[in-house]
């Protein structure tokens, strides 16, 4: 009995509050960062990292946020770990404009705007497809397994990764899914669309990554069998006609995005997990596990380092001329640098 | 450190039983049932040292020798431990399986967590604790469903609009049998207290257990409740259960018999005749050490 109540106790201590760990998720706008952290959504002055206001007013330890929202046209969408979805006045979180609460399970991944319908992914195994006026369900996509990546809407099409070795493209008027590309792993990162190609290129914990034709489902190629690759968790990006992604072990990798032919590799020195991020004309970031952030620029001797104070999960967000790094593990949640790699403002929430 | 030795082999295992079964609920089902069976030993153990101790708290002569010596507490203790020697029973001897066995419930506690991973960061920090030849890649995404239930969220079986809580009122319900059909016997006087401790325990106890069910992930709920069951199964194999006192039609337990009056005191206790006093079945290493008893005319 003692031992019971001793587990108990201790369990009780354990699992008390926030029962789930995640990264800061970020979201840049023309004026405003929000992020998404435990307890709280932030909404900051991107100018000076200032806190404009935060939602909920009073913070509860039964709610939990993570997903970064999506903001358009003075409103903010985003979704909890207490199943809900919201949409709420940009100009203060705690303005809601209506809650869906239809879910079973937690939003954590970015929702996707298409037009008059907001698409929030839940880990219930469900696409849901909200109205942005009146907050009620248009339809819902029944799935397999949790989804937790953000989807990307294309015309009348919506790309959405699943985590059951599948990515899924769904008619956005009705949600029906149209046809699914099969992967060897798990999908855990949106996948990228390529407009001027019409092709999908994506990554999967089955060590690969594919480009498939979004019209037709065809594979356009695949890259990775025997090539020692690792898993790969993120988003690839298209810089210069090189589609350029990394994976767990550090390796960045380019590829012809026509082809699927090794252009390049080279060493992040450590593991990451964020991959790229495309800092438009310039280059790109990799950020490392550990901190380390480093620039690859496209013209020579552009390149440079700096290290968060922090582990980063997640990919840097580059707006305008800012950097945006989310990080856990650190004295503050957002750490700013210049685009030439200066330190900016950081955000720590008020104790 | 921790992680290490006790919280990876506790979550590779678990996978490699998911792999196996691919079932996540009977793999969870699978693992607590095998944890409780290698814990078997320590659990026997720490049951009959507590069982030899309320034997010899129910003792006339250990009450009688704490009566006698209640103002000198430095004889009574002296005492005390004699009477320990005496009948073979060690004071730390549920003190120390228990110990032993509350890092292994912990660690299978976090093995379960960190399988059940549902953000990002939760799949990296699993990623990292698989062994090489268990191939991440094989095992994810693990699938939460199982029956009704998402083992990933709160369990709420839906009928009509009302979810009800199933796991958590069968965790409730699990966690009470288990708690009455292991409480000691009530005794009268200086056991009073611990009586009405156990008591509220065997309150609260559910309740806690089945609010942390309600609470958290239906997967945690799924090895409170088989937890809960293996235990009682295993108290009841050993023969300790009381049945009657959740199932009224049951006869009681036997729980008292007439024993002589063991002296192992001084001569001050001639006078005293043969006392009738009803003691809890004394455990058979107690009863081998016990004295031969000595009856009085």
Same mark, same amino acid.
């Given at each position: 009995?003692?031992?019971?109540?001793?587990?108990?106790?201790?369990?009780?201590?354990?699992?008390?509050?926030?029962?789930?760990?995640?990264?800061?998720?970020?979201?840049?706008?023309?004026?405003?960062?929000?992020?998404?952290?435990?307890?709280?959504?932030?909404?900051?002055?991107?100018?000076?990292?200032?806190?404009?206001?935060?939602?909920?007013?009073?913070?509860?330890?039964?709610?939990?946020?993570?997903?970064?929202?999506?903001?358009?046209?003075?409103?903010?969408?985003?979704?909890?770990?207490?199943?809900?979805?919201?949409?709420?006045?940009?100009?203060?979180?705690?303005?809601?404009?209506?809650?869906?609460?239809?879910?079973?399970?937690?939003?954590?991944?970015?929702?996707?705007?298409?037009?008059?319908?907001?698409?929030?992914?839940?880990?219930?195994?469900?696409?849901?497809?909200?109205?942005?006026?009146?907050?009620?369900?248009?339809?819902?996509?029944?799935?397999?397994?949790?989804?937790?990546?953000?989807?990307?809407?294309?015309?009348?099409?919506?790309?959405?990764?699943?985590?059951?070795?599948?990515?899924?493209?769904?008619?956005?008027?009705?949600?029906?899914?149209?046809?699914?590309?099969?992967?060897?792993?798990?999908?855990?990162?949106?996948?990228?669309?390529?407009?001027?190609?019409?092709?999908?290129?994506?990554?999967?914990?089955?060590?690969?990554?594919?480009?498939?034709?979004?019209?037709?489902?065809?594979?356009?190629?695949?890259?990775?069998?025997?090539?020692?690759?690792?898993?790969?968790?993120?988003?690839?990006?298209?810089?210069?006609?090189?589609?350029?992604?990394?994976? =767990?072990?550090?390796?960045?990798?380019?590829?012809?995005?026509?082809?699927?032919?090794?252009?390049?590799?080279?060493?992040?020195?450590?593991?990451?997990?964020?991959?790229?991020?495309?800092?438009?004309?310039?280059?790109?970031?990799?950020?490392?596990?550990?901190?380390?952030?480093?620039?690859?620029?496209?013209?020579?001797?552009?390149?440079?380092?700096?290290?968060?104070?922090?582990?980063?999960?997640?990919?840097?967000?580059?707006?305008?001329?800012?950097?945006?790094?989310?990080?856990?593990?650190?004295?503050?949640?957002?750490?700013?640098?210049?685009?030439?790699?200066?330190?900016?403002?950081?955000?720590?929430?008020?104790? | 450190?921790?992680?290490?030795?006790?919280?990876?082999?506790?979550?590779?295992?678990?996978?490699?039983?998911?792999?196996?079964?691919?079932?996540?609920?009977?793999?969870?089902?699978?693992?607590?049932?095998?944890?409780?069976?290698?814990?078997?030993?320590?659990?026997?153990?720490?049951?009959?040292?507590?069982?030899?101790?309320?034997?010899?708290?129910?003792?006339?002569?250990?009450?009688?020798?704490?009566?006698?010596?209640?103002?000198?507490?430095?004889?009574?203790?002296?005492?005390?431990?004699?009477?320990?020697?005496?009948?073979?029973?060690?004071?730390?001897?549920?003190?120390?399986?228990?110990?032993?066995?509350?890092?292994?419930?912990?660690?299978?506690?976090?093995?379960?967590?960190?399988?059940?991973?549902?953000?990002?960061?939760?799949?990296?920090?699993?990623?990292?604790?698989?062994?090489?030849?268990?191939?991440?890649?094989?095992?994810?995404?693990?699938?939460?469903?199982?029956?009704?239930?998402?083992?990933?969220?709160?369990?709420?079986?839906?009928?009509?609009?009302?979810?009800?809580?199933?796991?958590?009122?069968?965790?409730?319900?699990?966690?009470?049998?288990?708690?009455?059909?292991?409480?000691?016997?009530?005794?009268?006087?200086?056991?009073?207290?611990?009586?009405?401790?156990?008591?509220?325990?065997?309150?609260?106890?559910?309740?806690?257990?089945?609010?942390?069910?309600?609470?958290?992930?239906?997967?945690?709920?799924?090895?409170?409740?088989?937890?809960?069951?293996?235990?009682?199964?295993?108290?009841?194999?050993?023969?300790?259960?009381?049945?009657?006192?959740?199932?009224?039609?049951?006869?009681?337990?036997? =729980?008292?018999?007439?024993?002589?009056?063991?002296?192992?005191?001084?001569?001050?206790?001639?006078?005293?005749?043969?006392?009738?006093?009803?003691?809890?079945?004394?455990?058979?290493?107690?009863?081998?050490?016990?004295?031969?008893?000595?009856?009085?005319?």
């Amino acid at each position: 009995m003692a031992l019971l109540v001793l587990a108990g106790a201790v369990l009780t201590g354990c699992a008390a509050g926030v029962r789930a760990e995640s990264t800061p998720g970020v979201t840049v706008t023309d004026d405003y960062v929000y992020v998404a952290y435990m307890n709280s959504l932030y909404q900051l002055d991107r100018l000076n990292g200032s806190q404009v206001s935060i939602f909920p007013e009073k913070a509860s330890a039964n709610l939990a946020m993570y997903a970064p929202p999506v903001a358009e046209n003075g409103y903010v969408y985003f979704g909890d770990l207490a199943n809900e979805f919201h949409k709420a006045t940009a100009g203060n979180l705690t303005q809601m404009v209506w809650t869906f609460d239809q879910a079973r399970g937690w939003f954590q991944a970015k929702p996707a705007l298409a037009g008059d319908i907001v698409i929030a992914p839940s880990t219930d195994r469900n696409v849901y497809a909200i109205r942005t006026e009146s907050g009620n369900l248009d339809w819902v996509y029944e799935g397999e397994y949790a989804f937790i990546a953000e989807p990307v809407i294309v015309g009348d099409k919506i790309i959405v990764s699943a985590q059951d070795r599948h990515v899924l493209v769904l008619d956005r008027i009705s949600g029906q899914e149209l046809y699914r590309t099969e992967m060897t792993g798990a999908v855990l990162s949106a996948p990228l669309y390529d407009v001027e190609t019409g092709s999908v290129f994506v990554g999967s914990l089955g060590r690969e990554m594919i480009s498939f034709d979004l019209e037709t489902g065809a594979v356009n190629w695949v890259y990775g069998e025997g090539k020692d690759l690792s898993t790969v968790w993120a988003t690839p990006i298209l810089l210069d006609n090189q589609l350029i992604f990394t994976d =767990t072990s550090g390796k960045i990798i380019a590829l012809d995005p026509k082809t699927g032919e090794e252009l390049w590799q080279n060493h992040a020195g450590g593991r990451v997990i964020a991959g790229a991020t495309l800092v438009e004309d310039k280059g790109f970031l990799v950020a490392r596990e550990d901190g380390t952030m480093t620039f690859y620029a496209l013209t020579q001797g552009g390149d440079w380092t700096v290290t968060v104070p922090g582990n980063i999960y997640s990919k840097p967000i580059v707006g305008g001329n800012q950097i945006f790094v989310p990080v856990v593990k650190a004295d503050a949640l957002l750490y700013t640098y210049s685009t030439s790699g200066v330190p900016g403002w950081s955000f720590s929430p008020a104790k | 450190m921790w992680d290490t030795i006790i919280v990876q082999p506790f979550t590779n295992l678990l996978l490699l039983i998911t792999m196996l079964v691919n079932n996540f609920g009977i793999a969870i089902i699978l693992f607590t049932i095998l944890i409780k069976l290698i814990t078997y030993p320590l659990t026997a153990k720490q049951l009959k040292s507590s069982m030899a101790m309320q034997d010899l708290q129910n003792d006339p002569q250990y009450k009688k020798t704490m009566e006698k010596y209640k103002d000198n507490k430095e004889k009574a203790a002296e005492a005390q431990m004699r009477i320990y020697k005496e009948k073979g029973v060690s004071p730390f001897g549920s003190c120390l399986p228990t110990l032993i066995q509350f890092p292994v419930i912990l660690g299978l506690y976090q093995g379960i967590m960190r399988v059940m991973a549902s953000t990002p960061l939760e799949l990296v920090k699993l990623e990292r604790l698989v062994y090489p030849f268990l191939d991440v890649n094989k095992i994810l995404p693990i699938q939460n469903r199982f029956l009704w239930m998402d083992l990933g969220q709160p369990d709420r079986m839906l009928i009509g609009s009302i979810g009800i809580p199933i796991l958590a009122i069968l965790v409730v319900i699990t966690t009470f049998i288990q708690s009455k059909i292991m409480q000691p016997p009530t005794q009268g006087g200086a056991n009073d207290q611990s009586a009405a401790m156990n008591s509220s325990m065997t309150m609260m106890m559910p309740l806690m257990m089945g609010w942390m069910a309600y609470q958290f992930s239906a997967g945690l709920a799924l090895y409170f409740l088989t937890s809960n069951v293996t235990t009682i199964v295993q108290y009841a194999a050993m023969g300790r259960a009381d049945w009657s006192k959740i199932l009224p039609w049951v006869q009681p337990k036997e =729980t008292g018999k007439i024993t002589p009056v063991i002296d192992l005191e001084d001569d001050d206790d001639e006078e005293e005749e043969q006392e009738v006093v009803k003691t809890v079945k004394p455990s058979a290493r107690s009863a081998a050490k016990r004295k031969r008893p000595k009856r009085k005319k």
